[in-house]
């Protein structure tokens, strides 16, 4: 045996007692994260709009060139959270569905990523949203609740969706 490998033996023993207490550090992290309670997990979070399901309202966007876009009947644009971390939506007269991910900040009040969402792709009569909506969930990074509102805000001050809770 050559000194080098001697040298990388030694290392190695030295190294296993801290590489064991690095694996107990780690897999301590892990059991605690699985053993707290739903309240602190972001599954647990989803419970805040899990289950809800709203027609969008308007757009308001931070632009005055763009300003404020409406649907020309909310029932054509609509978004529902199941309980599972998918979210439906319906842009005008073609489908759509993804994942999603809420992380309840304070009462109501959190952040939002939606994850990839597949389309179905039918041509619908134009309109503003239409184009707008589909292109812009990704960038969806907040929500906020009030009463029967759900405002949807998009990333750096992209504008904000408002939604109405439906029956």
Known sequence: MT?????NDRLLGALAPVS??????LAGALLSACMSSPADTAGGQKAVLA??????VSFT????EVGVIKPQAVEQFQVAFGTDGKAAF????NRGTGSFEAVDTA??????RFGAVATTRAMCPQQAMSARL???IEFVRGYR???DKLYLSLMADGGIYEWARRP
Do not use: E, K, T
């Not at 000194?3 to 040298?7: A, K, L, N, T």
């Open 107 to 112: 009462g109501g009040n959190g952040s939002l």
């Open 134 to 136: 589909p292109g812009d």
């Open 145 to 147: 609740i009030v009463g």
């Open 90 to 93: 319906q842009f005008d007269c």
């Open 51 to 56: 289950g809800s399901a709203w027609n969008l």
């Open 61 to 64: 966007s931070s632009s005055d």
């Open 3 to 7: 000194s080098s490998h001697r040298i």
């Open 20 to 25: 064991r207490v690095a694996s107990m550090g």
